[in-house]
């Protein structure tokens, strides 16, 4: 099967992106963004657990990922008949974001119980 993904990486400084930019060059992916690369990938099975255990396997043996390194896929579904988006982190985890506190939002703390 084939699935058009986007994948984001953060790879820290002293990241393995020559072994990354040869994977991705190898599956024709094209440039989508600081960090942020489009390609259509083929993996083995129908169900969207294959696709991530798939693609997981195939850029860890490729790639020596480091301890903190991130790998964000986005990817399209079929969810009752209709295409849904979604995104998932098939390596490392999400962070603080830089831009909080930066908004318009002040959200209140009320201590009720004081």
């Known amino acids: 099967m084939t699935k058009a993904i986007w994948i984001s990486y953060d ?3 002293k ?9 991705l060059d190898d599956r024709d992916a094209k ?5 942020v690369a489009f390609l259509n990938y083929e ?9 991530k255990k ?3 396997n195939d850029l860890e043996s490729n790639i020596d990922f480091k301890p ?3 790998i964000y896929v986005i990817r399209g579904r079929v969810v009752e008949g209709k295409t849904k988006f979604s ?4 390596l490392g985890k999400r962070k603080s974001s830089p831009w909080e506190g930066y908004g318009q939002n002040n959200d209140e703390i009320t201590d009720e119980d004081v």
């Open 11 to 13: 790879l820290g400084i």
């Open 15 to 23: 990241g393995d992106y020559p072994q990354l930019y040869a994977w």
């Open 31 to 35: 440039e989508a963004g600081n960090s």
């Open 43 to 51: 993996f083995q099975g129908k169900s969207d657990s294959d696709f």
């Open 54 to 56: 798939a693609l997981k």
């Open 68 to 70: 903190g390194d991130r």
């Open 87 to 90: 995104g998932t982190f098939i």
